[in-house]
């Protein structure tokens, strides 16, 4: 059980150094991967910056439907299972576009008008408050590969067994503190999971601007 999304960014980079694990710059996935992320970042004295991916949302429905879409719009579908379209095509791709929208509405709104971080023959830290499926966050390590990233490490405080196993196999490391046995909400594994609301991750962000 973590105190809260800071405590829990303590405990990472106290990690992280003990491993002695080398990154030139700390993604962030919002919303409750900003804080441990920023925390990471000041303690390493690396840059920050968020990267979002969001998972295809489906009309009238309460779980979205399979597949997310990576930073850059590309809609990713995972490797390892069948995939069966609850929905029909024209309906998965209006939900899919309107899931690209959303995802660059919150870009915009969480990194102002900076310009995003060039990770090109870079090693990236990817931080998030914890990992249920995963698969938000395979599309953002997608996004990264074909971006020119050298290397890529997970770190989150607590991630599902299943979730573990596959993007163990797709990052070059990963840093999780607790692998429970059961797992049904990152929010179990929290004394305080409050929200993190869009005001307290541009006032981070507005922290990371460049002095002009």
């Not at 991916?53 to 997310?68: F, L, Q, T």
């Not at 850059?72 to 939900?95: A, C, H, M, R, W």
């Not at 163990?168 to 990963?174: F, R």
Request: proline letters at 6%; charged letters at 25%; aromatic letters at 8%.
């Amino acid at each position: 059980m973590f105190l809260n999304r800071k405590q829990a960014g303590y405990l990472l980079a106290e990690e992280l150094e003990k491993q002695d694990l080398e990154f030139d710059v700390v993604l962030a996935i919002p919303r409750g991967g900003v804080v441990p992320a920023d925390i990471i970042a000041r303690h390493f004295d690396r840059e920050l910056d968020v990267i979002l991916s969001r998972k295809i949302g489906s009309p009238g429905r309460d779980e979205p439907v399979v597949g997310a879409v990576a930073p850059d719009g590309k809609i990713v579908l995972p490797d390892q299972v069948q995939v069966i379209f609850p929905v029909d095509v024209e309906t998965y791709n209006q939900s899919a576009q309107e899931t690209k929208n959303e995802l660059n509405r919150l870009t915009r709104l969480y990194r102002g008008n900076r310009p995003p971080l060039n990770i090109k023959g870079r090693r990236v830290l990817l931080v998030d408050d914890g990992i249920a499926s995963g698969s938000t966050i395979s599309a953002s390590v997608d996004y990264l590969k074909r971006s020119g990233a050298t290397s890529i490490i997970i770190a989150t405080p607590v991630c599902a067994r299943v979730a573990y196993e596959v993007l163990l196999n797709q990052v070059d490391h990963m840093i999780v503190l607790e692998i429970p046995a059961e797992f049904f909400a990152v929010s179990q594994f929290y004394q305080d999971f409050t929200a993190v609301e869009d005001e307290e991750i541009i006032s981070i962000m507005r922290c990371w601007q460049p002095i002009q």
